[in-house]
T-cell receptor, first 119, second 109 residues
């Protein structure tokens, strides 16, 4: 099946610093990638949809200037949390669609997630 | 508004069968997904239903009734490793995924 990687898996940073998270589709080209955030014991919350070569589409309530998304190639999307604060501490997960997976082309395959702790 | 309902928590015994229900109300329908998520990990894809009926994959089966806005995930021969949260998600007319809150399944020996 489709494989999606994320890096880093863990980040601990000081308040006010910026953190970049990478999401890669390893064995397929993903024109669309998604960024989610998940707080403990809560469901996934979609933050933004990232389209290769164009601006990301942000969900309501998500600050685009704080969560910068760049989808520069068909296999890489990055999420940068700028000026991170303790309330940004969360589990960030990316996913990607494999457009070649036949009838299940709408299926999203998830990266392993990045746990961010802002002190 | 759009809504996905599934039970918060269920408990079952190792070796038994459990059915996790999901009901949905969405603007349009382009498929229903089930994902498994172990604590502290990202979700993994289990099944996709877009037509009515039962899809079987080994110990896991997923059923869909579009007219009733209803799906279930059936897990047979439960194993301890099946302890996880099971997320139901529906793709609406805009191809956006609407997520349920997840059902935490606890397996007891």
């Amino acid at each position: 099946g489709a494989v999606v990687s994320q890096h880093p898996s863990w980040v601990i940073c000081k308040s006010g610093t910026s953190v970049k998270i990478e999401c890669r589709s390893l064995d397929f080209q993903a024109t669309t990638m998604f960024w989610y955030r998940q707080f403990p014991k809560q469901s996934l919350m979609l933050m933004a949809t990232s389209n290769e070569g164009s601006k990301a589409t942000y969900e309501q309530g998500v600050e685009k200037d704080k969560f910068l998304i760049n989808h520069a190639s068909l296999t890489l999307s990055t999420l940068t949390v700028t000026s991170a604060h303790p309330e940004d501490s969360s589990f960030y997960i990316c996913s990607a669609r494999d457009p070649t997976s036949g009838g299940e082309q709408e299926t999203q395959y998830f990266g392993p997630g990045t746990r961010l702790l802002v002190l | 508004g759009q809504n996905i309902d599934q039970p918060t928590e269920m408990t079952a015994t190792e070796g038994a069968i459990v059915q996790i229900n999901c009901t949905y109300q969405t603007s349009g329908f382009n498929g229903l997904f089930w994902y498994q998520q172990h604590a502290g990990e990202a979700p993994t894809f289990l099944s996709y239903n877009v037509l009515d009926g039962l899809e079987e994959k080994g110990r896991f089966s997923s059923f869909l009734s579009r007219s009733k806005g209803y799906s279930y995930l059936l897990l047979k021969e439960l194993q301890m490793k099946d302890s996880a949260s099971y997320l139901c998600a529906v793709m609406d007319s805009n191809y956006q995924l609407i997520w349920g809150a997840g059902t935490k399944l606890i397996i007891k020996p």
